[in-house]
């Protein structure tokens, strides 16, 4: 199949600050066969106004009158796709044009699952740009690399639902953080995976970003899923690399909040990396330069 139709998810809730722009740049794309799910999760804001200022067919619009978490969100659209093919963005990430015209070898091979790419980042506060891999992403069996250095960014992968209907569950709905990661490392345990070293999506980050707002979240969230999935052998051949990040992201969300001679130990006894280095800074730091630091 040449150009199949690439099923494009965005979530919302309350997204109207960037919505437009986003929007904007899937309408922009140089590749013509697609559509939008735009999955409204009970906005309160001007989304639904912003999302119907555009006039194209293959914008559609589905209401969720009570709000639900966002992976149960995320399957939810999911269900109303069309395509062979399924995309996300979220409202405050925007795409380059060629985002989904760079993919037609992915389309094209079916033993790949599942196809993503370099990004920028861009610091809404400062308008600055930052590459997110200056090194060659890896593809083929990549569980290993992912577990060790994650470099996956939601807005940048395309997934072949054939793939997605494979699994138990798709994403898990019980997640408001992490569901992602979750579901990107059981795609990538058994199934090839295909990389772009060109970036070709914008991950903003701003003050509102949920995940940056909600650390004590992540770290359940993660510790949750850590209990469940290292009983799996793969998971467990990488037990201490999951481990560390735990004690990484317990460390990070209480010094967050406070600074005590427990959490210094607990640095003290971290693994020996750039993250200790960096957990080290943080711990001298003035407690204004933190607050500054996380908004």
Sequence with gaps: MKNPLVSIIMNCHNGEKFLHESLKSVLSQNYNNWELIFFDNSSTDKSRKIFNSFNDSRFKYFYNQNKINLYDARNKAIIKTKGDFVAFIDVDDWWEKNNLSSRKDFFIDPKFSFSYSNCYYFFEKNKKKKLFSNNKLPSGYIFNNLSENYQV????????????????????????????????????????????????????????????????LFYKEYKNWYSKVIKFKNYRNNKKIFLKKLKYLEIIKDLIKFKSLKIFIKIVYYPFCFDKIKLFIIFFSPRYFLKVFYK
Excluded at 159 to 169: A, C, G, Q, V
Excluded at 174 to 183: C, H, Q, S
Excluded at 194 to 208: A, D, T
């Design 153 to 216: 960014n939601l807005s940048s992968i395309i997934i072949r639902k054939s793939f997605l209907f494979d699994l138990p569950y798709i994403f898990n709905k019980n997640y408001n953080v992490i569901g992602d990661f979750d579901l990107i490392l059981r795609l990538s345990e058994k199934n090839l995976v295909h990389s772009i070293n060109v970036p070709l999506v914008n991950i903003r980050y701003h003050n509102e970003n949920f995940s940056r707002l909600n650390r004590d």
